[in-house]
């Protein structure tokens, strides 16, 4: 995948039999997701239009261009929707692109090396690390709070971590 893309949605499925999709869009502001298109596929072979209906439960309801059918939206069911890093807007000092942060190593506030970042995740609560790494049998979630996690400098391509007792291994 590019780095210069950044993934926005996801195509969750046929909405209806009319062609239109279930959108879920992991943008700050759902609804915006429309406005950063066109969006392609992770391998950037498709491009999709995309206009918002209406919202739907867990998302929106969307008509995708070139997409009239029951079938040919479900053939879309579970497609990740990129869009170009420089359409989306800036953000904060103290904010983050979740694809920014993937790859980070992540040391203590003793330089130890805790492991990397795997994965971002957030179940409603807030947004949880995956850290994998040596010493580690599972990954561990750190809390992705200023309290757990008081710098990420993406330049040096590092997080310095205070975990809460427990989630590392000492």
């Not at 869009?25 to 609804?31: G, I, L, N, R, V």
């Not at 492991?115 to 049998?137: K, M, P, Y």
Request: net charge negative.
């Amino acid at each position: 995948m590019s780095e210069t893309r950044i993934c926005v949605g996801a195509i969750a499925g046929a909405f209806g039999v009319k062609g239109e999709v279930r959108l879920k869009s992991f943008t700050a502001d759902p609804e915006a997701i429309a406005s950063y298109g066109p969006l392609v596929t992770e391998d950037g072979a498709r491009s999709f239009a995309v206009e918002i209906t209406r919202p739907v439960k867990n998302g929106f309801a969307a008509r995708i261009e070139g997409v009239s059918s029951k079938e040919a939206a479900d053939d879309l069911r579970g497609t990740k929707l990129f869009a170009e890093r420089d359409v989306l807007p800036c953000l904060p000092d103290d904010e983050f692109y979740h694809a920014d942060l993937i790859g980070l190593a992540v040391h203590d506030t003793g330089g130890r090396l805790l492991g990397r970042v795997t994965a971002v995740h957030n179940h409603g609560a807030g947004d949880l690390l995956e850290i994998s790494g040596a010493g580690l049998n599972t990954p561990a979630l750190l809390p992705f709070t200023q309290d757990a996690v008081p710098t990420v400098d993406l330049t040096a391509r590092r997080i310095v971590a205070d975990p809460p007792e427990g989630i590392f291994p000492d």
